[in-house]
């Protein structure tokens, strides 16, 4: 990974750190970052160029819905499902599987 204050190179260093199993929300990092740009931490997500080694499909909204992926919605639920988080009706439980920083 690059080094530097770029906006999305610091919101792929925060997301490094969630493990298998977890989820973590774009709201989450975006505070981690002192900012409200949680729309800015999706498009960064999107324009992910680490991935899987940077995992953005552990990136859920603040409601426990999915969100976005690049690779597609039932992509997103096969990584996550394989990894140990159980979806429900699209959502994810925040209270059992979200990270905390």
Known sequence: MKT???FNERCYAVLKRVPKGKVIT???IAKKLKSKGYRAVGKAMNK???????PCHRVVNSDGRLGGYAGGINKKIKILEKEGVEIKNGKVDLKKYGYKL
């Open 26 to 28: 774009y709201k989450s």
């Open 4 to 6: 530097g204050n770029n």
């Open 48 to 54: 992910n160029p680490y991935s899987p080694k940077v």
